[in-house]
């Protein structure tokens, strides 16, 4: 089922735009990997789909609902859950403190992401409930921001450079906790530089060049085409 459809989106920091008739379709229950060099806009594709920044035109539906006229707030509630880049957890507040604050039902008055499931499927934050999330490593608060994110009961995640800056050990961790997820059906665009993470959890990609999208298709295919990631993706 197609669950989030982005048609012909064109999105503006002030007077420059950055996003030029993007388009996405993605399909409930599936890792789908959005690449592209740094710059290439996958963040604002993030951003514009939350409503961070201002598009001119196109149209974004979530289960057939156009979001464009929405505020952020009000996509939350409808089910964009957002993980940026920068985690953004709260530093002075303890994990679970921090879980506590990001629970909401779903937009269907549901609660598939009880306290129990997440300590079950983020083993690592049950010995760090009490620990403020300040004083946890990078890859630690990561873990946190993708978890305070679910127990929203978002409908799609969008995971922004999960993997960037953190040892790769933890890259590890995070690769398993996200094929975790799409067995729990947890539907995730993956905003990555890294093919080689993203070939361990996703198996559809779209590439984003300048602001547009390029190419689709799987990832396996992607890594036989040369040619493609030469010109998109090598820096």
Known sequence: ???????????????SQVLFDMNINITKNNIIALLGRNGAGKSSTFKAITGLIHVNSGSILLKGKELIKQATSKRALLGIGYVPEDRQVFPEHTVEENL???????????????????????????QLKNRMAGQLSGGEQQMLSIARTLVGNPEILLLDEPSEGLAPIIVEDIAVILKNLKKLGVTILLAEQ??????????????????????NGSLKDLQKDTKTRDKYLAI
């Open 100 to 126: 506590d604050l990001g629970k909401k039902n779903s937009s269907e008055g549901k609660n598939n992401w009880p306290i129990d499931k997440v300590w079950d499927t983020f083993p690592i934050l049950v």
């Open 194 to 215: 890294n093919m080689h993470f993203c070939l361990e959890v996703a198996e559809e990609a779209i590439i984003i060049d300048r602001g547009r999208s390029v190419w």
């Open 1 to 15: 089922m197609e669950l989030l459809k982005v048609q012909n989106l064109n999105a503006f920091y002030g007077n």
